[in-house]
């Protein structure tokens, strides 16, 4: 069974429509003094600093910034952000989508753990022209100095543009086809792959997004702290608000982290208002831990319209304590939306956004393994539960078994296959792993397209009409034939012993001589003091939790500090990754760290 269509008015190319960065000239013709960006600066004012560019302000700039960035380089080649998220990287982005200049959005040199990934997306995407602030210059500096990266041509200076070139841009035709971006993975196996994100892409993507939403309330507006150099945050924060004219109020990520109750606040700022935002699980957790009743006097979270939870597993727990957390405040049951999307669909598939709470089933665990769903009560002794992802708007998502490429029935697991105008076409300068990604093809079509087909490499399941997410292919266990979801084990792992630090484990698979062996590596949870802990214990706990729940034994456990999972840059647990530091001997381990301490 397959989800969604191919909606006319959402194609590129459809009847009236132009691509996106066009509406920017547009709503500051038919709207000039509306608001367009907001962005709540903390480092100014720690009560947040509003900076707000209307869409007369927000055209010019982008103009102006479009002639620079031709002064100094051509249509086609590359300009890179390493900058700070402002107002002024949201313009530089615009302004290379008007310029024909291909945009790599990236980040400061001085933002920490990213390191490999900034390197990785940088020399693939080879730039011409750099695009900084003064402020971040001795990073960026530093990092072209420490590292065998291409040269640029040329350093602009993002708050230096002089808005007077603006009335010396001339317009020139944007084809649908033509690359806006480069959308880097956050790959945690290989170095990151850039996505080539056309103009047809972003239009479509953020059309869809819209309607997926269901935002036909009056007065929407977009809150957010997500990067914008990650996919989520760049089209909920950049290209949603280009699609009607609205208003975008954002921060930085570290502002979040740093306080968390700053994104309600921003929320709850905008009475009379229908407010949209967007983010990660671990994000939703984070608030949810926070959000005593003290800090949520005076809070009004009733025009929180959606809050859309992807990019990573969405935990049943999380939804339910979120909103249990956040009644108090307002926040409406049918707030929550549950999507499912990723790099290569530009970012949004699916939604649950019919403001009604988020639908979860409960499935026989050991049916499951073997690829079907089947219904059973939340209590049952082998029961797993499953979120829904809602469904597709504007594209179609279908179930596929990726051997024989044939869609599978109602109700089986198979790979989920993406075909729409906001699949890319692929990857930078790659042409063989881009066929493997946007090259499928079924073998037996029937109504559905034949082609191309963008293959996720995640499993999933459709039912009753709704997708289900159960996990990545690459990362699947399979122990004595049976499969096995990582991320199932990992929530047996951390409710095993208060000592595992939750959503900080990482399960994978080591091959052996008659099947796969399981190894599970657990954060140690900052909370229970390193004098009461006895790893005997804790790792005796996670075996046997494992073995009751899984019917199967842990080959190896290892408890390591704070930090040791890896992850990606969106905040994944990085399975490959940590399997491979695991290999080498790199992790650090809490035994080690008591050894030390003796």
């Not at 947040?48 to 479009?66: N, P, Q, V």
């Not at 953020?206 to 309330?217: M, Y």
Request: glycine share 8%.
């Amino acid at each position: 069974m397959a989800l969604g269509s191919l909606l006319p008015e959402l194609l590129p190319g459809g009847s009236g429509r132009t691509p996106l960065i066009e509406r920017v000239a547009r709503w500051a013709r038919e709207k000039p003094d509306a608001p367009a960006f907001t962005f709540v600066d903390y480092s100014l004012d720690p009560a947040g600093k509003h900076i707000t560019l209307s869409w007369a302000e927000t055209d010019r700039r982008a103009r102006a910034t479009a002639t620079a960035l031709r002064q100094v380089t051509g249509p086609g080649e590359r300009a890179a952000l390493l900058l700070p998220q402002t107002l002024e990287y949201m313009m530089t982005m615009l302004g290379a989508m008007y310029a024909h200049v291909i945009a790599v959005p990236l980040f400061s040199p001085d933002l920490p753990g990213h390191a490999d990934r900034l390197i990785g997306a940088y020399t693939d995407s080879e730039p011409a022209v750099i695009v900084t602030t003064r402020n971040a210059l001795p990073h960026v500096e530093k990092f072209l100095a420490d590292h065998d990266v291409p040269q640029p041509k040329e350093i602009l200076f993002a708050e230096e543009v002089d808005l007077g070139l603006a009335g010396s841009w001339e317009d020139e035709p944007i084809g649908f086809d033509d690359l806006a971006y480069l959308q880097y993975t956050s790959g945690s196996t290989r170095r990151p792959a850039g996505v080539e994100i056309t103009h047809g892409n972003v239009t479509a993507n953020a059309a869809q997004l819209w309607s997926g939403w269901a935002p036909e309330k009056p007065d929407p507006e977009l809150v957010s702290w997500l990067p914008l150099f990650h996919d989520m945050g760049l089209i909920a924060t950049m290209a949603l608000p280009l699609v009607r004219g609205d208003h975008a109020i954002y921060t930085d990520p570290v502002s979040f982290i740093m306080n968390p109750m700053r994104w309600l606040q921003l929320i709850a700022d905008r009475p009379g208002k229908n407010v949209y935002t967007a983010g990660p699980n671990f994000a939703y957790e984070y608030v949810a831990s926070m959000a005593s009743p003290e800090k949520l006097e005076g809070l009004d979270l009733s025009g929180l319209t959606t809050c859309l939870n992807g990019a990573e597993p969405i935990r049943t727990s999380t939804l339910s304590t979120f909103a249990e957390s956040l009644a108090p405040a307002g926040l409406r049951p049918g707030a929550q939306a549950p999507g499912y999307g990723l790099a290569e669909a530009t970012v949004f598939v699916t939604a649950a956004a019919e403001d009604v709470p988020p639908k979860i089933i409960s499935v026989d665990r050991d049916v499951l393994t073997q690829g079907e769903v089947r219904l059973c009560a939340a209590d049952a002794e082998r029961a797993s539960t499953l979120v829904s992802c809602g469904r597709p708007s504007g594209q179609i998502v279908a179930i596929v078994d990726p051997d024989a490429r044939t869609e599978q029935p109602d109700g089986h697991v198979g790979e989920i296959w993406v075909h729409g105008p906001n699949t890319a076409a692929g990857y930078w300068r790659n042409s063989e792993r881009s066929q493997d990604t946007f090259g499928g093809e079924l073998a037996e079509p029937g109504a559905l397209p034949a082609g191309p087909w963008m293959k996720t490499g995640d499993y999933g399941v459709i039912h009753e009409g709704e997708l289900y997410v159960t996990g990545r292919i690459k990362d699947l266990i399979i122990v004595d034939g049976r499969n096995h979801y990582p991320q199932d084990i990992e929530v047996t792992t951390q409710e095993a012993h208060p000592a595992v630090r939750p959503d900080h484990v990482a399960a994978f698979a080591l091959p052996g001589e008659e099947t796969e062996r399981l190894v599970v590596v657990a954060e140690r949870n900052r909370r229970v003091p390193l004098g009461r802990l006895d790893l005997d214990e804790v790792e005796s706990a996670v075996r046997g939790a494992v073995n009751v729940e899984h019917e199967m034994s842990v080959h190896a456990f290892l408890l390591v500090e704070p930090g040791g999972v890896s992850r990606t840059s969106s905040g994944k647990i990085a399975r490959a990754a940590t399997r491979q530091r695991y290999l080498d001997g790199a992790l650090p381990t809490t035994a080690a760290r008591l050894a030390s301490r003796k």
